[in-house]
């Protein structure tokens, strides 16, 4: 089997369509990028108290704008989704457009959006139960996303007669990119997953270095491969996905510089890297033109 590099990008939910979003997920196409994501979040960091849409009307448009160009989330979790609203959502996304959508998903965090729906005596979840949420979240939403009718009673989540006809376009559901580091969400990945995604280890951001970066997520694929093992899967059946901006260095300075990134990440058994959509005066400001040139010369470099 011949593996290859794919290169995608994460456009924030922060554009009013008529002004700029259009032509932005036109543009990502055009540049030939694998596939086009969005943050599935109420509010984020930096961009709280500015323009943040939701990921579920945005893709949707995006859908209709676009032919060719795979749409997705990185990622859902279930600090504010519910299975079965969320599996509606998705089978209408995935038949608007015309079979292109792949779900990234994972178990959520602390902070920004996450105590939103919260009450005011209400305390976050720890890192334990959002794992739990999570154990329960995805095995119920793949068969959300299978079956025309599902019952199931669950201690989080429950659906009684939850019927989705006809169906995703995909069959026999549309792919999940499960995001995960610890042993449970690699578990999910193994049994649920047709990719895994990562950001690094988030430990090393502000103060390790890109060998240290390398050797964490080498250790990440190996403990997807153990995960894989106990599920009876060959860990090559999942696509790997890094998510760029969250590892030391600053691999898009330049178009060399990415080169030698998107390689090392390549040898490790990398299948698709992520890079941000340049936002200026922020965490992703990056020159126009660097960031194009990656977008249509990197991969080429790379074969």
Known sequence: MVVTMRLSTVILPIYRWHDEGREVWRRAEELGFHAAYTYDHLAWRTFRDGPWFGAVPTLTAAAAATERLRLGTLVTSPNFR????????????????????????GAGGNGFDATTLLRADEEPWAPRERADHFEEFVPLLDRL????????????????????????????RLPFAVAATGPRGLRLAARHGQAWVTTGDPKLYES?????????????????????????????????????????????QSLDAF???????????FTEIVVHWPVPDSDFALPPEVFEQIATEALAQLR
């Open 145 to 172: 996303l299978r079956e025309p009718s599902v019952t199931q009673e669950g201690r989080f989540y429950s659906a009684n007669e939850a019927r989705n006809i006809p169906g995703c376009v995909q069959r026999p």
């Open 82 to 105: 519910h299975p079965v609203t969320l599996a509606k959502d998705l089978i209408t996304l995935d038949d608007v457009s015309g079979g292109r959508i792949t779900l990234g998903i």
């Open 259 to 269: 080169v030698d990134f998107a390689g090392r990440h390549f040898d490790l058994g």
């Open 208 to 252: 390790g270095t890109p060998e240290q970066s390398v050797a964490a997520l080498r250790g990440q694929i190996t403990r997807l491969g153990a995960a894989c093992q106990e599920a009876g899967r060959d860990v090559a059946e999942l696509d790997k996905i890094l998510l760029t901006g969250f590892t030391p260095g600053r691999p898009l």
